[in-house]
């Protein structure tokens, strides 16, 4: 399979830059998808991407993998909640809190409930971003099922959602807190002065000279003494390189 014919095909076509992320990961799940389409080979993919909107749609929705919960892993969140409460709120009343890669919501909706029950009366701003336009759109709308809520504790569930069949809504302040915008972490600029950066389950997807770079651009973004909170496969081994040190196992502390 020409792979790099391909990469620069996705580039000019859709504007993602495939060659970011790891190759033979990315090879067999190419590799994988076609052959659940029937395209024997990659003229032929290409082909039906040009001329079937749902193919791209579904190609996109494979690339991108926004698969995510409220407080994936609630025991890191935790620990989180505890760095929020003695660090972070202590210092300021008005945080800034990015959640990148934040897929339909539920990591920021989480960041907001977390702060709300902390300290209501702050002015906290979260902004929320992901390179897929389709689902920051579902993010916006803020309904949920239960697969997605079922790590929110019963008492946060009855304070911050409405049940409406079986459908869970995110109460309208919490959604107030969170702004939703597209941004590629691989191709574009990055905003500064953020006192949390929340990035979990995005960068293993990607090689580690692109991941060297993400990094070092969320230490530029970061105030000094700002979090960085990561997913719980991601430990950061070489965390000194970016100017952190580490504040528990998958949080980093900007020097
Ligand atoms: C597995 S989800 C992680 C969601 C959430 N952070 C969590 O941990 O539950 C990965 C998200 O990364 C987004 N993504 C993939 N490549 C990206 C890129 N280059 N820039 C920004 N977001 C990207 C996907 O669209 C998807 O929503």
């Known amino acids: 399979m020409d792979l790099a014919y391909f990469e620069q095909w996705v580039l000019k076509e859709f504007n993602i830059n495939l ?19 029937g395209a024997n080979t990659i003229e032929d993919y290409i082909a039906l991407l040009k001329k079937d909107p749902a193919q791209r749609q579904k190609f996109l929705d494979f690339i991108t993998i926004n698969v995510t919960e409220f407080f994936r892993n609630p025991e890191i969140f935790e620990e ?10 202590p210092k300021s009343n008005s945080l800034k809190v990015w959640s990148a890669a934040c897929s339909i ?7 907001a409930m977390i702060l709300d029950s902390l300290n209501s009366s702050g002015r906290h701003k979260i902004v929320a971003t992901d390179i897929d336009a389709t689902i920051l759109n579902k993010a916006r709308a803020g309904e949920y099922v239960y697969s997605e809520v079922k790590n929110v504790r019963k008492e ?11 459908k869970y809504i995110i109460d309208s302040r919490i959604r107030s807190m969170v702004t939703f915008k597209k941004h590629d972490l691989i191709l574009e600029n990055y905003e500064k002065d953020f006192d949390l950066i929340v990035c979990r389950n995005v960068v293993i997807y990607f090689n ?16 000094k003494g700002g979090l960085l909170f990561v997913g719980a496969t991601e430990s950061i081994y070489n965390y000194r390189d970016y100017g952190f ?9 900007k020097l």
């Open 80 to 89: 989180l909640k505890d760095k929020l409460k003695n660090e972070l709120l």
């Open 208 to 223: 580690q000279d692109v991941k060297d770079e993400i990094y070092r651009k969320f230490s530029a973004s970061l105030k």
């Open 156 to 166: 946060l569930l009855d304070k911050y959602f409405k049940i409406s069949g079986d």
């Open 19 to 37: 060659s970011a992320y790891k190759s033979n990961q990315l090879h067999r799940r190419i590799l994988s998808l076609m052959s659940r389409v």
């Open 245 to 253: 040190d580490k504040a528990s196992t998958f949080i980093y502390r």
């Open 105 to 111: 919501g539920a990591e920021p909706y989480s960041l």
